[in-house]
């Protein structure tokens, strides 16, 4: 059965965790890629924003007709993709940054925004029905606690990258 309680309580720590990593960055590395082919602290939590953006959308836009009987199959495979440090991911499109802020105070501001979005959509949408509105490249379509799980993971494995 699914922990919509223990979910979001997941969710608000990483989100805090990722807050406070981007707090104690300087202004002045914020934006400083740490090597050439590396993202600076700034792409990287621009990159979370692009990609926590369109999931409120997608948690409130169609669902499956029926909930799922497994909610959280996927996440056993979202961990384990993400857990390896080694593994290499690609972003593509609108999820690559494109340096949209040039402060840091607003895109963490933004990031924030968008995370209490989420945050009040865990409490108010069923997690248990797929989400229809977008199928996510590499896993398809997900159930919303799904996405919650991904969303968790991909900014975990972010801020263990973080580098200035």
């Not at 690559?96 to 895109?107: C, E, I, T």
Request: negative net charge; charged residues 35%.
């Amino acid at each position: 059965m699914l922990d919509v309680i223990k979910l979001k309580e997941e969710f608000i720590a990483i989100s805090n965790k990722l807050e406070k990593k981007l707090e104690e960055v300087p202004e002045d590395k914020f934006f400083i890629r740490p090597e050439e082919n590396k993202w600076s602290v700034g792409e990287v939590a621009e990159h979370l924003f692009k990609v926590d953006t369109p999931v409120v959308a997608i948690l409130q836009g169609k669902k499956s007709d029926i909930p799922s009987d497994k909610p959280e199959r996927k996440k056993i495979i979202i961990e384990r993709a993400f857990s390896d440090p080694d593994k290499k991911f690609t972003a593509n499109g609108p999820i690559v940054p494109q340096d949209d802020f040039d402060s840091k105070v607003l895109l963490i501001r933004a990031i924030k925004q968008i995370r209490e979005q989420i945050s009040h959509l865990i409490d108010k949408v069923d997690l248990t029905y797929v989400c229809l509105e977008f199928k996510h490249p590499l896993l398809g379509e997900m159930t919303g606690a799904e996405w919650i799980h991904f969303i968790n993971l991909h900014t975990e494995r972010h801020i263990k990258q973080l580098k200035y």
